[in-house]
């Protein structure tokens, strides 16, 4: 097959995200693999921006919860050894926007969490499955063992 | 991480199965771990055979549809040089029977196609999604391009 030459890693913020990145970060070892990371706004208020707007890291706002969002995902991209030019904060719905980054990245693995921060059952799966519908690349969900 | 040790590639006889095996034999190769493989049997009747029956696949039967099924499935193995012990042949509900036989044989990857021989745009992603939704295991969805 073609190795993977673009993987990118959607994190959440939650309690899950180091066993999802330490996937993510041996599959880029493994097929030297350049890894890329999103994080999608859509649990803070974002008034007069659009969807699927791209965050600038490098630069400080005044709205503080931004602020910290900003300085969860570069702390991960750090610990990752990510470069600031391939972390990603997106303002928008998770499934869409990490599927539109995909794309415009030339990504050709996903690696996102079997279910989100949410932690319902009900929803178990629920971003896994929404970014295989959407997705025009490989997606690996990683299971998310016992944290319903 | 834990290294993949036993990866399950689901088949499902439609022409996209080149492709799907041919991830999954890439990703035992990298992680040296044991490939099996599974058919399940949704597409011909079974009279009174449970659902979750593992049809044996070193026994003749009478059963043409059956015998052809065996020997797509051996076909199959035969190319990727995974023993007949690890080929799988079950009767039963896709999703349902894939991770179940995951968990008795202690499957850590399932690989998958993203969308099944439907071939439906309505459908894309069904059977990939069915089995995030019940494995306890990771997934890796193939994706189709191109191929709705």
Redo the contacts between chains.
């Keep these: ?1 073609n190795n993977y030459q673009n993987i990118l890693l959607a994190v959440d913020f939650s309690e899950f995200d180091h ?1 999802v990145a ?2 993510a ?2 599959m880029a070892e ?2 030297s693999a350049q890894l890329h990371i999103i994080h999608v706004l859509d649990n803070i208020p974002m008034p007069d921006t659009p969807y699927g707007t791209v965050i600038p890291l490098n630069e400080n706002s005044s709205y503080d919860l931004l602020e910290t969002e900003k300085k969860n995902l570069i702390q991960i991209g750090n610990e990752l050894n990510i470069v600031l030019e391939r972390c990603w904060m997106v303002w928008g719905e998770t499934e869409q926007e990490i599927t539109r980054l995909a794309v415009k990245e030339d990504i050709d693995l996903i690696v996102v969490g ?1 279910h989100g921060r949410h932690g319902l059952a009900v929803l ?2 629920s971003t ?2 929404g970014v ?2 959407h ?9 998310l ?1 016992n944290h319903v």
Tied chains: 1, 2.
């Design positions: 097959m066993l330490s996937k970060k041996s493994l097929f079997s178990m799966g896994a499955k295989i519908y997705a025009e690349c490989d997606v690996l969900a990683v299971h063992k």
